[in-house]
């Protein structure tokens, strides 16, 4: 029966599942599979709180009635089980079907007994022995998981918890922490992580995946290591000073699997080779070190071991070390840059195929034969705003997807209109539509260091639901009017058509802005006007911008009051030239203008909130920012208090005026560090359904606002799609209209949240993880010894027991620094502060730490210390590339420009991805060409003849590349 084979490949595992197959499939054996579970007259579904064995058994049964019956009746049927309760219960039941034991079995049908008996006494046996085996005899390496009913009862009572394993990346091998979910978070007395220490207490969970723990007490709790780790596979860290003892558990079921497709590198030749020429079962090593090795079944271990290849894990038994799994498909060549771009997809789970043929079709058209246009339906339908409003945009250069636009005039009453005008993605993608379900499955726009992966086709993301300069577009509009002090009178929220008059980008809006009338040049709508007309234009559209920016500074200084923050993040534009090639990267200066768009489009979302809220109480999608724990702020308070500053946590209005206040006046990357620690401490903001939580927990924590959204990016998140269509229905049900469109419910809403969050989650990943690639290959294959790039200026910012961790400003990497190599040597500074490695001992102490050699000479490294560092990257076959720092002197690193970077420490962060742009064409075009070429060479780009990296970019013409710092997302 399937239902048995089944039954075997769950209980038993896939080892003794596959000896079952490979019997049915021998032809020797007269053996059939019988799908009785997809059979007609065989089905039977299981019922409300039936376990899954009963449920089996009875499904046996049914089908082996059914075949005695389908034989006429002439041929008895045998059912052998060792359950006394399905033989007592249908031992008798239908005449011809005998439900009976192994051993009676044996009795009545096998001719000779004795042999019959001694067999069955040697499966019962062995049998025993399995079931009685503890966790710590010969043949198990893990304890049996607890049975669902059990976990959930416990769960229930309180005595176990439920949690998402989170591995430690720094130490897979010793640290994990379960971070509390559900009803634990809610009724447990913890206040911090679970920590699960050693594979042993995981108990063949992996990262990732829902668990249930078990507290251990309290005398065997353990506390986190609070040393470096010069190498993750080793547990030799897990005896260097640990920190205060903290909850410690072990896992004692798991909810939820978190088995997904994972990126494996195969073993070496030399390792393959060592375990036999016919060695089928191979151990492959996961990209990720979070992840434990896989064993497969495969005889190519040879020929894949150059590639990155992708597996999926399908059980773990019990008696085994590591998990089995199957090969899935090879993704490209080690190091080669799309076979590791691809490796970056698929550990988030990221799918980029093309629109499909059917999605496109669902497509509006235009094109020079067939233009767009405005319908005349929705021209009685929208409120007009294309001859009565200065609108206008303020982006990026090159921007091409403009979401959103500005404009703000005088009433004839004396007061003011400030509108903001969103493109109107929701008129072209239909709810449940093939794109609808397309850009709900993809969830948002993914940006990659050197690329983006958009979330809608380009005929909506870069043409008609842009607004661009000059053309007629669907825009869904929120317009206030404001009084002579600036406080809001009244709001209006509809469908609009616009006409946007001007696409400026930020530094011309920031020159108007300052006076600088020059940059007119640079604004294209300028160039064929009169000189009397350009004038008028330009006092216009002046007056328009500053009033915007007062209208901006009154804005933030009401949130500022509330206890706004501002958190440090980078975020560098790329710019490709008329060839499509990457032209430079230019960082994004802090422009107040920026602030004056970023002011506007937070009080769109804030005043949006407020009305889907009040119009669906219970299923309404918002933006929440928790509190974070207070202990982890306990670092940002301990290095502050190195310099001698306060911070106090008790409040965002607390801390955000504590970080106004902690600057040194001589040196401002200590402002910059303590509002990065800051970001690191804070909780992931997340969309939630209104419906599942209580009005008080809506706030949004890093905004100060009582309840916040996203609704003016619908051409890059789906979650501003949900809200636009929210919106229209407040609107509907304002006027007393039928709602066109049917809304989610609060549980599928709550569901929608969860994936919106976990492709969020990806997207941040993917982003920081393709920075880290390019970063490495900008060091890559570069003398760190003689290579002027590779020695920097780094700030110590954290202090560790065999080391500290460094911040280098020029290229915003963040890495540890060890004062204790593997040979136990530390490190000392001589008179000429330049490092070397002597025998002695290091003393950490809480804001510094001393490397003491036998010999007495002594250096100290303090918080917030500006040391030389050398950069280089630790090359892996199996795992991604890293950054490691050393420092090589005790001052700091002084050249021309280091004034300048004190002023901005992002000016040559533009260099960065140059320069691996560079050395990427160079490489490729010396391979296809096979001739080596020096570097000094090309001074300027190069567009190669073969396959080049930037030819997937031929539609592309702004990137974005966030900073590795900046994970926290309003």
Same mark, same amino acid.
């Given at each position: 029966?399937?239902?048995?084979?089944?039954?075997?490949?769950?209980?038993?595992?896939?080892?003794?599942?596959?000896?079952?197959?490979?019997?049915?499939?021998?032809?020797?054996?007269?053996?059939?599979?019988?799908?009785?579970?997809?059979?007609?007259?065989?089905?039977?579904?299981?019922?409300?709180?039936?376990?899954?064995?009963?449920?089996?058994?009875?499904?046996?049964?049914?089908?082996?009635?059914?075949?005695?019956?389908?034989?006429?009746?002439?041929?008895?049927?045998?059912?052998?089980?060792?359950?006394?309760?399905?033989?007592?219960?249908?031992?008798?039941?239908?005449?011809?079907?005998?439900?009976?034991?192994?051993?009676?079995?044996?009795?009545?049908?096998?001719?000779?007994l004795k042999a019959a008996h001694e067999l069955c006494d040697s499966i019962?046996?062995?049998?025993?022995?399995?079931?009685?085996?503890?966790?710590?005899?010969?043949?198990?390496?893990?304890?049996?998981?607890?049975?669902?009913?059990?976990?959930?009862?416990?769960?229930?009572?309180?005595?176990?918890?439920?949690?998402?394993?989170?591995?430690?990346?720094?130490?897979?091998?010793?640290?994990?922490?379960?971070?509390?979910?559900?009803?634990?978070?809610?009724?447990?007395?913890?206040?911090?992580?679970?920590?699960?220490?050693?594979?042993?207490?995981?108990?063949?969970?992996?990262?990732?995946?829902?668990?249930?723990?078990?507290?251990?007490?309290?005398?065997?709790?353990?506390?986190?290591? #609070?040393? =470096?780790? !010069? +190498?993750?596979?080793?547990?030799?860290?897990?005896? $260097? &000073?640990?920190?205060?003892? @903290? /909850?410690?558990?072990?896992?004692?079921?798991?909810?939820?699997?978190?088995?997904?497709?994972?990126?494996?590198?195969?073993?070496?030749?030399?390792?393959?080779?060592?375990?036999?020429?016919?060695?089928?079962?191979?151990?492959?090593?996961?990209?990720?070190?979070?992840?434990?090795?896989?064993?497969?079944?495969?005889?190519?271990?040879?020929?894949?071991?150059?590639?990155?290849?992708?597996?999926?894990?399908?059980?773990w038994e019990s008696t085994s070390m590591y998990p089995n799994g199957h090969?899935?498909?090879?993704?490209?060549?080690?190091?080669?840059?799309?076979?590791?771009?691809? #490796?970056? =997809?698929? !550990? +988030?789970?990221?799918?980029?195929?093309?629109?499909? $043929? &059917?999605?496109?079709?669902? @497509? /509006?058209?235009?094109?020079?034969?067939?233009?767009?246009?405005?319908?005349?339906?929705?021209?009685?339908?929208?409120?007009?705003?294309?001859?009565?409003?200065?609108?206008?945009?303020?982006?990026?250069?090159?921007?091409?997807?403009?979401?959103?636009?500005?404009?703000?005039?005088?009433?004839?009453?004396?007061?003011?209109?400030?509108?903001?005008?969103?493109?109107?993605?929701?008129?072209?993608?239909?709810?449940?539509?093939?794109?609808?379900?397309?850009?709900?499955?993809?969830?948002?726009?993914?940006?990659?260091?050197?690329?983006?992966?958009?979330?809608?086709?380009?005929?909506?993301?870069?043409?008609?639901?842009?607004?661009?300069?000059?053309?007629?577009?669907? &825009?869904?509009?929120?317009?206030?009017?404001?009084?002579?002090?600036?406080?809001?009178?009244?709001?209006?929220?509809?469908?609009?058509?616009?006409?946007?008059?001007?696409?400026?980008?930020?530094?011309?809006?920031?020159?108007?802005?300052?006076?600088?009338?020059?940059?007119?040049?640079?604004?294209?709508?300028?160039?064929?006007?009169?000189?009397?007309?350009?004038?008028?234009?330009?006092?216009?559209?002046?007056?328009?911008?500053?009033?915007?920016?007062?209208?901006?500074?009154?804005?933030?200084?009401?949130?500022?009051?509330?206890?706004?923050?501002?958190?440090?993040?980078?975020?560098?534009?790329?710019?490709?030239?008329?060839?499509?090639?990457?032209?430079?990267?230019?960082?994004?200066?802090?422009?107040?203008?920026?602030?004056?768009?970023?002011?506007?489009?937070?009080?769109?979302?804030?005043?949006?909130?407020?009305?889907?809220?009040?119009?669906?109480?219970?299923?309404?999608?918002?933006?929440?920012?928790?509190?974070?724990?207070?202990?982890?702020?306990?670092?940002?308070?301990?290095?502050?208090?190195?310099?001698?500053?306060?911070?106090?946590?008790?409040?965002?209005?607390?801390?955000?005026?504590?970080?106004?206040?902690?600057?040194?006046?001589?040196?401002?990357?200590?402002?910059?560090?303590?509002?990065?620690?800051?970001?690191?401490?804070?909780?992931?903001?997340?969309?939630?359904?209104?419906?599942?939580?209580?009005?008080?927990?809506?706030?949004?924590?890093?905004?100060?606002?009582?309840?916040?959204?996203?609704?003016?990016?619908?051409?890059?998140?789906?979650?501003?799609?949900?809200?636009?269509?929210?919106?229209?229905?407040?609107?509907?049900?304002?006027?007393?209209?039928?709602?066109?469109?049917?809304?989610?419910?609060?549980?599928?809403?709550?569901?929608?949240?969860?994936?919106?969050?976990?492709?969020?989650?990806a997207a941040q990943h993917s982003q920081k993880q393709s920075t880290e690639?390019?970063?490495?290959?900008?060091?890559?294959?570069?003398?760190?010894?003689?290579?002027?790039?590779?020695?920097?200026?780094?700030?110590?910012?954290?202090?560790?027991?065999?080391?500290?961790?460094?911040?280098?400003?020029?290229?915003?990497?963040?890495?540890?620094?060890?004062?204790?190599?593997?040979?136990?040597?530390?490190?000392?500074?001589?008179?000429?502060?330049?490092?070397?490695?002597?025998?002695?001992?290091?003393?950490?102490?809480?804001?510094?730490?001393?490397?003491?050699?036998?010999?007495?000479?002594?250096?100290?490294?303090?918080?917030?210390?500006?040391?030389?560092?050398?950069?280089?990257?630790?090359?892996?076959?199996?795992?991604?590339?890293?950054?490691?720092?050393?420092?090589?002197?005790?001052?700091?690193?002084?050249?021309?420009?280091?004034?300048?970077?004190?002023?901005?420490?992002?000016?040559?962060?533009?260099?960065?991805?140059?320069?691996?742009?560079?050395?990427?064409?160079?490489?490729?075009?010396?391979?296809?060409?096979?001739?080596?070429?020096?570097?000094?060479?090309?001074?300027?780009?190069?567009?190669?003849?073969?396959?080049?990296?930037?030819?997937?970019?031929?539609?592309?013409?702004?990137?974005?590349?966030?900073?590795?710092?900046?994970?926290?997302?309003?």
């Amino acid at each position: 029966m399937q239902t048995a084979c089944q039954a075997v490949q769950h209980q038993r595992g896939r080892r003794q599942y596959n000896k079952l197959r490979n019997l049915l499939k021998d032809a020797r054996h007269d053996c059939i599979l019988f799908a009785n579970e997809f059979q007609q007259y065989c089905y039977l579904p299981r019922e409300r709180g039936e376990s899954m064995e009963k449920w089996q058994t009875r499904s046996i049964y049914n089908a082996a009635v059914w075949y005695y019956h389908h034989c006429q009746d002439r041929m008895p049927i045998v059912m052998v089980t060792e359950d006394e309760e399905a033989i007592h219960q249908y031992g008798s039941e239908t005449e011809g079907v005998f439900v009976i034991s192994f051993k009676s079995y044996l009795d009545n049908f096998w001719p000779d007994l004795k042999a019959a008996h001694e067999l069955c006494d040697s499966i019962l046996q062995s049998r025993r022995e399995r079931e009685s085996e503890s966790p710590e005899s010969h043949g198990k390496e893990y304890a049996e998981h607890l049975p669902l009913e059990v976990l959930e009862a416990g769960i229930k009572s309180g005595r176990y918890i439920q949690g998402i394993l989170n591995v430690n990346k720094h130490r897979a091998q010793i640290e994990a922490f379960v971070r509390l979910q559900g009803a634990s978070s809610k009724d447990s007395d913890l206040v911090s992580d679970i920590l699960i220490h050693g594979t042993k207490a995981r108990n063949r969970s992996i990262h990732g995946d829902v668990v249930v723990v078990e507290l251990l007490p309290k005398n065997e709790w353990k506390g986190r290591n #609070t040393a =470096l780790c !010069e +190498n993750d596979n080793e547990d030799k860290a897990s005896g $260097e &000073a640990p920190s205060e003892p @903290m /909850p410690t558990g072990r896992v004692v079921g798991i909810l939820q699997k978190n088995w997904r497709d994972y990126v494996v590198t195969f073993p070496s030749k030399e390792e393959v080779q060592s375990q036999g020429k016919n060695a089928q079962k191979i151990l492959v090593t996961p990209w990720d070190y979070r992840i434990p090795k896989i064993r497969i079944s495969t005889q190519q271990a040879e020929a894949l071991q150059d590639f990155r290849v992708v597996v999926r894990i399908d059980s773990w038994e019990s008696t085994s070390m590591y998990p089995n799994g199957h090969f899935v498909r090879v993704l490209g060549r080690i190091r080669d840059l799309e076979g590791e771009i691809a #490796t970056i =997809l698929v !550990e +988030n789970s990221i799918s980029v195929v093309p629109f499909s $043929e &059917a999605q496109m079709c669902e @497509m /509006p058209v235009n094109t020079p034969e067939n233009p767009w246009k405005v319908s005349p339906e929705e021209e009685q339908e929208r409120k007009d705003l294309r001859r009565t409003h200065l609108v206008f945009s303020i982006d990026p250069k090159g921007c091409e997807d403009v979401d959103d636009t500005l404009s703000v005039r005088t009433l004839n009453n004396g007061n003011l209109e400030l509108g903001v005008h969103i493109a109107d993605v929701t008129h072209f993608v239909a709810p449940n539509s093939y794109i609808d379900i397309e850009a709900r499955t993809r969830a948002t726009t993914y940006y990659l260091a050197d690329r983006r992966y958009d979330m809608l086709p380009p005929i909506l993301s870069a043409d008609l639901c842009s607004l661009l300069g000059g053309l007629d577009r669907y &825009a869904v509009s929120v317009v206030w009017e404001l009084d002579k002090a600036y406080e809001i009178k009244k709001v209006w929220y509809g469908r609009t058509i616009i006409r946007s008059a001007y696409k400026l980008f930020y530094e011309a809006a920031q020159g108007l802005l300052d006076g600088n009338l020059s940059v007119v040049d640079d604004i294209p709508e300028f160039k064929d006007l009169d000189e009397k007309s350009r004038q008028d234009r330009l006092e216009e559209l002046v007056w328009a911008i500053g009033k915007l920016t007062d209208i901006a500074r009154h804005i933030r200084a009401k949130r500022d009051g509330c206890g706004a923050l501002e958190l440090e993040g980078v975020e560098v534009h790329v710019q490709l030239d008329e060839k499509k090639n990457i032209h430079d990267l230019i960082p994004k200066q802090p422009l107040e203008v920026h602030e004056t768009v970023a002011e506007c489009m937070i009080l769109a979302n804030h005043w949006v909130a407020k009305k889907i809220w009040e119009s669906f109480p219970h299923q309404a999608l918002l933006r929440q920012h928790p509190p974070p724990h207070q202990e982890f702020f306990s670092e940002l308070r301990e290095c502050a208090k190195a310099k001698g500053f306060s911070i106090d946590t008790r409040s965002n209005k607390t801390l955000a005026d504590s970080l106004d206040n902690a600057n040194d006046p001589n040196d401002p990357i200590v402002n910059r560090l303590l509002r990065s620690m800051a970001t690191q401490a804070m909780s992931n903001a997340r969309y939630f359904s209104t419906g599942s939580c209580a009005e008080e927990e809506f706030h949004h924590y890093g905004l100060a606002l009582d309840k916040y959204t996203h609704f003016t990016s619908p051409i890059r998140r789906y979650s501003d799609i949900i809200v636009h269509r929210l919106l229209m229905a407040a609107i509907s049900k304002d006027k007393r209209m039928e709602m066109k469109e049917k809304l989610f419910s609060n549980k599928d809403l709550e569901e929608l949240c969860r994936h919106i969050n976990n492709r969020n989650r990806a997207a941040q990943h993917s982003q920081k993880q393709s920075t880290e690639l390019f970063q490495c290959m900008y060091f890559k294959d570069k003398d760190p010894e003689t290579e002027e790039r590779c020695i920097s200026d780094g700030v110590i910012y954290s202090i560790r027991t065999n080391g500290v961790l460094l911040f280098i400003p020029r290229f915003g990497i963040k890495g540890a620094a060890y004062l204790k190599n593997k040979d136990g040597l530390v490190i000392s500074c001589g008179p000429d502060s330049r490092s070397k490695w002597k025998p002695g001992s290091l003393q950490r102490f809480q804001n510094k730490i001393t490397s003491t050699t036998i010999g007495g000479e002594s250096v100290t490294f303090h918080l917030f210390d500006h040391v030389t560092v050398r950069i280089c990257v630790q090359a892996s076959r199996c795992h991604s590339d890293t950054i490691r720092l050393e420092i090589i002197s005790n001052k700091p690193y002084m050249t021309p420009d280091t004034e300048l970077f004190h002023q901005n420490p992002l000016l040559l962060k533009s260099e960065l991805v140059k320069e691996v742009t560079r050395s990427m064409e160079e490489a490729q075009l010396a391979q296809e060409i096979k001739v080596n070429i020096i570097q000094e060479e090309y001074q300027e780009y190069c567009q190669t003849k073969g396959r080049s990296l930037y030819m997937l970019l031929e539609e592309i013409k702004d990137l974005a590349l966030l900073d590795v710092s900046n994970s926290y997302g309003i």
